[in-house]
């Protein structure tokens, strides 16, 4: 390194080594600055545009309204529930905010083009794609269906890559993308295995995606959320209280997540001060082990 610097044309602009690490320290916003890495989103104006897969409800919802708190404008995204996508766009602009809703199946790659596309018409372009979209069927491996297999993996994982793929092309530099994975890769708990191997998948998208987009200042995450009151969560077949509580208590915090909790952590991770996480997998989970 030191024979590299020596080779340089003298300059007395040139800021030494220590210097830059002094002041890294001091100041690594202006280091930042200085070699090219500052963060591209600078602020929450109402230029910036964000893509929600599946948040007609649940965790997407909670997403979707956040960003819009944040001053994103939203495409909210549905695949059969068109009466509550509207309904997150009415409570969105009820707010002051911007959004639009569009149908469509993220299992569908040409779908998935055309929600890009009508993003694209109604906003001119994108910058943070949230890849929320997920179903969750729950079997012993001896008793899960061809049709329940396959729909998870459809959605799950080949939807997972359809958007990744369009956000990939389309998110503009400095922009944001971030999958929701689950905790229960960690936990991997009988009955979930085909549904955790499809969300496991979406964090290797993520930290693989994030190194392909080297050089254009896009920070690629997933988040994974430990149990939270959705109702993906609790409307399971056979669902118990006593369950729901005992989950609870296997949390610091003695309570299960909240959708809200969540969004948080999205929007931490989209915002001003989340360039530097990437090709990451943030375990959203109130400590649940």
């Not at 372009?125 to 979209?133: Q, S």
């Not at 998870?152 to 929701?180: H, M, P, W």
């Amino acid at each position: 390194m030191a024979d590299e610097i020596q080779k340089l044309p003298p300059t007395g602009e040139r800021v030494s080594r220590r210097t830059m690490l002094a002041a890294a320290m001091l100041a690594p916003g202006l280091v930042a600055a200085a070699t090219g890495g500052a963060n591209a989103q600078s602020g929450r104006a109402n230029d910036k545009v964000a893509l929600v897969t599946g948040s007609s409800r649940g965790i997407g919802a909670a997403i979707a309204k956040r960003l819009a708190r944040d001053g994103f404008r939203v495409t909210v995204n549905c695949v059969v529930n068109r009466d509550l996508a509207a309904a997150v766009v009415r409570e969105i602009e009820a707010a002051d905010g911007t959004a639009i809703w569009e149908q469509a199946d993220v299992s569908d790659p040409v779908a998935v083009r055309r929600l890009f596309d009508a993003n694209d018409r109604a906003f001119g372009g994108i910058d943070v794609v949230v890849n929320n979209a997920g179903v969750m069927r729950l079997a012993p491996f001896r008793d899960m269906t061809d049709e329940d297999f396959a729909r998870q993996l459809d959605v799950n994982v080949k939807g997972g890559f359809y958007v990744l793929r369009e956000a990939a092309r389309r998110v503009r530099d400095g922009g944001r993308i971030v999958s929701t994975s689950s905790g229960i890769t960690e936990l991997r708990t009988a009955t979930y295995g085909p549904y955790a191997a499809t969300k496991a998948s979406l964090q290797i998208f993520s930290s693989v995606l994030a190194k392909e987009l080297g050089g254009r200042m896009i920070s690629v995450n997933a988040v994974a959320p430990g149990v939270v009151a959705t109702p993906l969560f609790l409307d399971v077949p056979g669902r118990t209280q006593q369950e729901v509580n005992m989950f609870a208590q296997r949390t610091p915090h003695r309570r299960i997540g909240a959708t809200d909790d969540i969004a948080s952590v999205v929007s931490t991770l989209v915002g001003p001060d989340g360039g530097w996480v990437n090709g990451q997998t943030v375990h959203a989970n109130g400590g649940l082990v």
